[in-house]
């Protein structure tokens, strides 16, 4: 089932009518930067379209309940996050574990992602970072602390994403689970527009609790 972040309240309800132990797994996901200043058939001009319904269908294909929507007007990632935080934690209090909400997230989607892992501060949440960190983050953006169930996915061509280990070390909550997966597609940063199964995979993976693929 896919909804709407407007639609939340709702989801809220139908879930609470529901057994939530029996209930499937959540994906919130986080798209990039692009759609948020251009229409959701519009092309970028390197990359093509942002595919953001078939990566959503992708999601729902393997069971999963997706929590999305295209954001509009270059949002604050901070503010946003908190915003997500406050939904996530009204899911925990109808019973949903932790462990079965998974926060995907690419390019400043990803950005988003890690505020919601800084602010949440849940051990038990899983998060998917993707195309989104670049060694100057450490600097430029001090306070980010990674948070829960972490999986990293970068590709070695796109300039916008490397290995992720210096915000790791940096981190001061212990991490349960961390892991990173470097992706050699040569489609520079246009790898995450697409639903390519070399990161959708391993994030369905992630979220279905296979810390050890």
């Known amino acids: 089932m896919y909804v709407k972040l407007q639609q939340f309240v709702l989801l809220t309800i139908f879930l609470a009518g529901c057994n939530s132990k029996n209930s499937e797994p959540i994906i ?4 990039n930067r692009f759609l948020e200043t251009h229409e959701l058939e519009e092309l970028h001009p390197e990359f093509g379209r942002t595919e953001y319904k078939e990566i959503i269908e992708e999601f729902e294909k393997e069971g999963f309940n997706v929590i999305s929507e295209v954001r ?11 915003k997500l935080v406050n939904q996530i ?8 574990a932790p462990s079965d909400i998974t926060i995907v997230g690419t390019s400043k989607g990803g950005y988003i ?18 195309g989104c960190y670049s060694n100057d ?13 972490v999986l990293t996915i970068y590709d070695k061509s796109d300039p916008y994403g490397v290995s992720a280990q210096k915000r790791k070390a940096t981190s001061t909550c212990k991490l349960k689970n961390f892991k990173e997966i470097e992706l050699d597609t040569g489609m520079g940063h246009g790898f995450l527009f697409k639903p390519l199964n070399v990161w959708i995979e391993p994030t369905i993976n992630w979220a279905n609790k296979n810390y050890k693929m």
């Open 28 to 31: 919130f996901f986080l798209h």
């Open 72 to 82: 509009k007007g270059n949002v604050n990632a901070r503010d946003y996050a908190e």
């Open 89 to 96: 934690d009204s899911l925990i209090h109808l019973g949903f």
């Open 113 to 130: 992602a890690q505020y919601v892992s800084t602010i949440a501060n849940n051990q038990h949440l899983n998060f998917v970072f993707i």
């Open 137 to 149: 983050d450490i600097e430029n953006i001090p306070e980010i602390n990674f948070c829960g169930n």
